[in-house]
């Protein structure tokens, strides 16, 4: 633990920029070809919001209860089973760090080629995956102010980007007038709990104060205003950028596409403006490379402090190099081997499960909290709830086979815990 911790600023920073990546820049495309309104687009990524809200308030409360880092593999190891500790571990590391990592990294590729068309998607996404690396490779107070200067720049291009809008004339031609038969039955869809999914990687990040809790300067309060804070300024993003894209493109140009950003900047500011503006997108994807570098790591080091057979993973400074070396490893493996669409679906489903799991273990730790306070909870846990378990159960509707082959992970990932914890140091 390093002896300057952290503070306010740079956990905020941390949940911003985990959050701020490739979801909002690339899930509106997937989203145009079941949704068919600015209202229904507009209330989902709304929904997202609040959804993420409650759940950043019920997890504030669960890291005054059980203060340490790791996240949900320290949350529901001591709620529930080291089992399920052990099963949020491996899907944090595999399908919550690495693969964003990867899916940040590739976005990050994809705009750089636009800008630069000689230089190749995939070269390039290794290429981030590695300068990220190296620059989590020395401290936690250095990867504080990496984090802080990428997540200020990423802030300043969306900012730019949506005054552009405001002042510019766009050539959107979704429909934006409310039409109650047809807005509110999209949302009662099959397809509607798909579009979720998509929204929930994009609001996915809205925790990750709480994987290195304890590096953090008074780190109740701060992982508390940093999840809260984080969440509410995101949810204002988003909805805003989402309507900006909205008005900037026809929806026949964006409809299925990945960079739905720069499409809607290229509709925006005319084809010569194209290239220097994804240029810019991508270097504020940069901020979402390094987040997921940063406090993706921290889950493997606490795995490794209660788990014997893994502690060659406890790190012997505030740097977790091997972890951090690992997730890498991993993030370049999937972006050699896969789709941003099935890694989207798949890597949600046990995230998904993992969250719901840790909020309704608010009820189990009734007896920790101040008096009062599991029912000022009631409400945004049962929200939560209801609405990730809908997610899930109409995502195995709409794709039974990712989905459950999601849940499936999940639940090999509980049952490896059963052999190695029987195993030595």
């Known amino acids: 633990m390093p002896n300057k911790r952290a503070g306010a600023i740079a956990a905020f920073a941390l949940v911003v920029a985990s959050m701020v990546g490739t979801g909002v820049f690339t899930s509106l495309g997937y989203q145009l070809p079941t949704l068919s309104s600015g209202p229904q687009i507009i209330f989902l990524w709304l929904l997202g919001g609040i959804i993420a809200l409650c759940g950043a308030l019920c997890y504030a409360t669960i890291a005054k209860a059980l203060p340490r880092s790791g996240g949900e593999h320290h949350f529901l190891g001591e709620i529930y089973h080291p089992a399920l500790g052990f099963m949020a571990g491996i899907l944090s590391t595999i399908v919550g760090f690495a693969a964003p990592t990867a899916l940040s990294a590739i976005a990050f590729g994809e705009y750089l080629h636009k800008a630069l068309p000689g230089?190749?998607?995939?070269?390039?996404?290794?290429?981030?995956?590695?300068?990220?690396?190296?620059?989590?490779?020395?401290?936690?107070?250095?990867?504080?102010?990496?984090?802080?200067?990428?997540?200020?720049?990423?802030?300043?291009l969306i900012a730019a980007f949506l005054i552009a809008a405001v002042m510019l004339p766009g050539k959107g031609d979704i429909r934006w007038d409310f039409e109650a038969s047809t807005d509110i039955a999209a949302v009662f869809h099959p397809a509607f709990a798909i579009s979720l999914f998509f929204v929930f990687y994009a609001y996915s990040g809205w925790n990750a104060a709480i994987y290195g809790l304890e590096e953090w300067d008074q780190p109740e309060r701060t992982v508390q205003r940093a999840l809260i804070g984080g969440t509410l300024v995101v949810t204002i993003l988003y909805i805003a950028l989402n309507a900006a894209f909205l008005h900037a493109a026809p929806v026949g140009d964006m409809r299925g596409e990945t960079a739905v950003g720069e499409i809607a900047a290229r509709s925006l500011f005319g084809a010569s403006a194209a290239a220097p503006i994804a240029l810019l997108f991508a270097l504020g994807l940069f901020a979402s490379v390094s987040a997921q570098l940063w406090a993706g790591p921290r889950v493997l080091a606490a795995m490794g402090r209660s788990t014997p057979a893994l502690s060659f993973l406890t790190p012997k400074s505030d740097a977790p190099l091997l972890a951090l070396g690992i997730q890498s490893i991993l993030a370049l493996a999937f972006v050699l081997l896969t789709t941003f669409r099935d890694l989207v679906n798949y890597t949600q489903t046990g995230l998904t499960l993992c969250t719901m799991l840790t909020v309704a273990g608010l009820f189990f730790l009734r007896t920790k909290l101040p008096p009062g306070t599991l029912w000022k909870l009631l409400l945004p846990a049962t929200i939560f709830l209801a609405m990730t378990a809908f997610a899930i159960v109409r995502s195995v509707v709409a794709e039974p086979k990712t989905t459950l082959l999601g849940l499936a992970t999940a639940g090999i990932c509980a049952l490896l815990w059963f052999p190695l914890h029987r195993l030595k140091k």
């Open 119 to 156: 230089l190749p998607v995939t070269a390039s996404a290794i290429v981030v995956i590695l300068l990220g690396t190296a620059a989590h490779a020395f401290s936690a107070t250095t990867s504080a102010r990496v984090q802080v200067s990428a997540t200020a720049l990423k802030l300043l």
